[in-house]
């Protein structure tokens, strides 16, 4: 059974950081492409970040410059370093990994990040 665990949510104050984690089970994230997704109140959830197979990263425009999204094959695991953070960035994250050949889409249960201005 797969399952992604996020944590490191929290309340924070803007312009201070927060690293969320996405600890992995029943699935070698070494190799898969991972993302982070959000969902702030009243709106849809939205892409944040992606980090292929390959090692490259991509960003939503809104968080470019403030988040890194990485991996630690060794802990099976994925992270967002978030940074600067802002009242807008509040929202539950969510780690996410798509659907492969052999693999249904996997959302984590997400975590409450909060930033108060």
């Known amino acids: 059974q797969v399952q992604l665990v996020e944590s490191g949510g929290g309340l924070v104050q803007a312009g201070r950081s927060l690293r969320l984690s996405c600890l992995a089970s029943?699935?070698?994230?070494?190799?898969?492409?991972m993302a982070w997704h959000r969902q702030a109140p009243g709106k849809q959830r939205e892409f944040v970040a992606v980090?292929?197979?390959?090692?490259?990263?991509r960003y939503v425009d809104s968080v470019k410059g403030r988040f890194t999204i990485y991996r630690d094959n060794a802990k099976n695991a994925v992270y967002l370093q978030m940074d600067s953070l802002k009242s807008e960035d509040t929202a539950v994250y969510y780690c996410?990994?798509?659907?492969?050949?052999?693999?249904?889409?996997?959302w984590g249960q997400g975590t409450q990040v909060t930033v108060s201005s």
């Open positions: 029943g699935i070698d994230l070494g190799g898969r492409t």
């Open positions: 996410f990994a798509p659907r492969t050949r052999t693999m249904d889409e996997q």
């Open positions: 980090l292929s197979s390959g090692g490259n990263a």
